[in-house]
């Protein structure tokens, strides 16, 4: 069963320990300070949960994830790359794009990135480990993603489009970005057909363990500016 932990206590067991059904699911409770939410990535987890539910924490098996080299192109997609179809920016309007990845979708009720979430993971963009992505049209912005960086590895959390291929535009600029900069993991989370069609593949958790030990404290050449 679930265990209840405590504010004050909650610790993040061995990821051979999460759940299976639901997939993943590894403890309840705690908050969303920043270094609490810090550890919980070290430990290969992340939070997500609806509004009045308790916070959830997650470590699924097998896992989402991206290598750069991996990264599929289509043929579309490439069209508007090399045409310079929009401007990216990194780091320009966090707040911005945190906000559109939280506002209503068609496809889903309610969002899990709550008030409490977004003011969380402006904490972590102002303490220098959530970065933005922003994909803007002319000025106005059209599409975007976040996440965090750790070492070589960035932890991908959610992403908005609001014109064609716009999201899709900004994350393979990301990751072309990212493996100059030495990254070698892109954490996608859960699949996606959007994610698939990048290039994501599942991995077993046992080998992202791997990834989270050989590559969290290692340095990367990111700036992380514009």
């Given at each position: ?40 990535y070290r430990h290969g987890c992340f939070p997500w ?17 991206l290598f750069p080299a991996e990264l599929h192109v ?33 496809y889903a009720d309610g969002t899990w990135i709550t ?112």
């Open positions: 069963m679930l265990t209840w932990l405590q504010r004050n206590t909650l610790t993040f067991p061995p990821l051979t320990k999460a759940m299976r059904e639901p997939n993943g699911l590894l403890a309840a409770g705690g908050d969303l300070s920043a270094d609490r939410l810090i550890q919980a949960f609806s509004e009045g539910q308790p916070i959830l924490w997650w470590s699924p098996d097998p896992r989402t994830v289509s043929r579309s997609l490439g069209k508007l790359l090399r045409q310079q179809r929009y401007e990216v920016t990194f780091d320009q309007d966090f707040a911005a794009v945190i906000q559109a990845c939280a506002a209503p979708r068609s008030d409490a979430m977004q003011s969380a993971y402006l904490q972590l963009h102002q303490r220098g480990y959530a970065h933005s992505v922003e994909v803007w049209d002319q000025g106005t912005l059209v599409g975007g993603l976040y996440g965090l960086a750790m070492g070589q590895l960035f932890f991908g959390e959610s992403m908005f489009s609001r014109a064609d291929n716009a999201s899709k535009f900004g994350f393979a600029t990301l990751v072309r970005q990212l493996q100059a900069w030495g990254f070698v993991l892109i954490d996608c989370q859960m699949p996606t057909d959007h994610l698939h069609s990048l290039g994501a593949r599942a991995i077993p958790r046992s080998d992202f363990a791997g990834f989270l030990r050989d590559h969290l404290d290692q340095p990367s050449a990111a700036p992380w500016v514009s």
